[in-house]
């Protein structure tokens, strides 16, 4: 059964960080492009960083960009995202996805984790 259970959230104080974590089984997490989303009450749902399977690129929104980093361990089969100078605006349900592709767009994640909730207080 292809599963991804995500990690690691909690309560932050605004500069702290967190690190959560993508935990993959019943498939080969290399053979997979991995992205992480996140959806803020009354918001939709927004692309966070992706890394992909072929050449490992990742790709980060403009919002995260030198604050987030996203990492793969094929070994323990876990993708995780270290999250650095959280925000209040950083505060929502993270959640990651796995596709066979390499386009990072929600639309071609097939499959989803059940969310991680992260709050940043300020």
């Known amino acids: 059964q292809v599963q991804l259970v995500e990690s690691g959230g909690g309560l932050v104080q605004f500069g702290g960080s967190l690190r959560l974590s993508c935990a993959a089984s019943g498939f080969t997490l290399n053979d997979y492009t991995i992205g992480w989303f996140r959806q803020a009450p009354g918001k939709e749902r927004e692309g966070v960083s992706c890394?992909?399977?072929?050449?490992?690129?990742?790709i980060y929104a403009d919002s995260v960009k030198g604050r987030f980093t996203i990492s793969r361990d094929n070994a323990k089969k876990t993708v995780d995202l270290q999250m650095n100078d959280l925000k209040p605006e950083d505060t929502a349900v993270y959640y990651c996805?796995?596709?066979?592709?390499?386009?990072?767009?929600?639309?071609?994640?097939?499959?989803w984790g059940q969310g991680t909730q992260v709050t940043v207080s300020s």
């Open positions: 996805a796995a596709t066979r592709g390499q386009l990072c767009g929600a639309t071609f994640f097939n499959t």
């Open positions: 890394i992909k399977n072929i050449g490992g690129r990742t």
